[in-house]
């Protein structure tokens, strides 16, 4: 596990209807571990991700809670694509409490929804945005947040107000995306949803839903306006993402400058798809410069 992040129990019991099981595999992206939450109160319950594969001691933990809350499996719902909310699906599957269970997904855009890691007896039942799930203890609704990947979703929970965040939000870190354009504006929707707690995939529960989401958005619009800046300053030249991760991020160290490099890309793409700044290609690399024919807009 990643140094200085708060100890997270392998079981957690958050309320009479969420239980949280740690997913056991702590690393740089994953933090503590995959949260994985088992939902409702009633012998048939929701599965909210699937963790990892080949997690023994989680499958353990997982077996432990539903045997000692006399429960099975009906539901599994996967906020993404991502092998440590998807790939545990082929372990998961296994075990008796959740045989016959269904298993949904919201569909992916940038690429087709088949993985070989999964069993063939596994079909993606395909979530939709507004979607309900009623179980005894749980009114839950799908959100869908694209940004940290084109398939991205975060659940509400009606009763207390809570919201499963998935990737969107991290409990002890910020998070990475695919589109930064798509993902400030899940922020904006989950700002709006106003929720009372945040339950995230990955880190400590969020207590300060609202200030948390605010400084996710104000560093992004921190570091977009210093990237904007800077291209407007030197409108007669061109950058390549490089050339902008040293001025930038100039007091990051020089072996986080490719992370720092895949973040300020992103950022020249919204840029770029908003009409603010130009892209093109010089000796096979893509250079950024300044678009003078664009209106002043606020960022």
């Known amino acids: ?22 997913g056991c595999n702590p690393g740089k992206m994953t933090l503590q571990g995959t949260n994985v ?17 080949d997690r023994p001691e989680f499958i353990d933990n997982l077996v432990k809670v539903l045997k000692e809350e006399n429960a099975v499996i009906d539901n599994i719902v996967i906020t993404h694509w991502h092998g440590g909310h ?16 269904k298993v949904w997904k919201y569909p992916r855009t940038d690429a087709e929804d088949s993985y070989e890691i999964l069993p063939s007896s596994c079909k993606l039942h395909q979530l939709h945005d507004g979607q309900k799930f009623i179980i005894e203890g749980a009114t839950l609704e799908i959100i869908h947040t694209p ?3 084109t398939d991205h979703v975060v659940i509400t929970h009606k009763e207390s107000g ?41 880190g400590s529960i969020i207590e300060n839903p609202n200030q948390r989401i605010q400084y996710y958005i104000e560093h992004r619009n921190m570091r977009e ?24 991020y100039k007091d990051t160290p020089g072996k986080m400058w490719p992370v720092a490099a895949y973040n300020a890309d992103h950022h020249l793409r919204k840029l770029a798809k908003e009409g603010k700044v130009l892209e093109n290609e010089k000796d096979e690399r893509t250079i950024w410069q300044f678009n003078e024919n664009t209106k002043e807009l606020m960022l």
């Open 1 to 22: 596990m990643p140094a200085n992040l708060p100890v997270i129990p392998a079981i957690t019991k958050i309320s009479q209807s969420i239980i949280r099981i740690l």
């Open 37 to 53: 939450y088992l939902i409702g109160t009633g012998r048939k319950r929701l599965l909210l991700d699937a963790g990892a594969p």
């Open 86 to 101: 998807l790939d545990g699906l082929k372990d998961v599957l296994q075990i008796n409490e959740a045989k016959g269970c």
């Open 147 to 149: 940004g940290h990947s």
């Open 162 to 202: 809570a919201l499963f965040s998935g990737d969107c939000i991290l409990g002890d870190s910020t998070t990475v995306f695919d589109d930064l354009y798509d993902y400030m504006k899940s922020l904006q929707k989950i700002l709006d949803i106003a929720p009372s707690v945040i339950y995230p995939a990955h």
């Open 225 to 248: 306006n210093s990237i904007y800046d800077l291209l407007k300053s030197k409108k007669d030249k061109v950058f390549t993402t490089l050339d902008i991760v040293r001025i930038i």
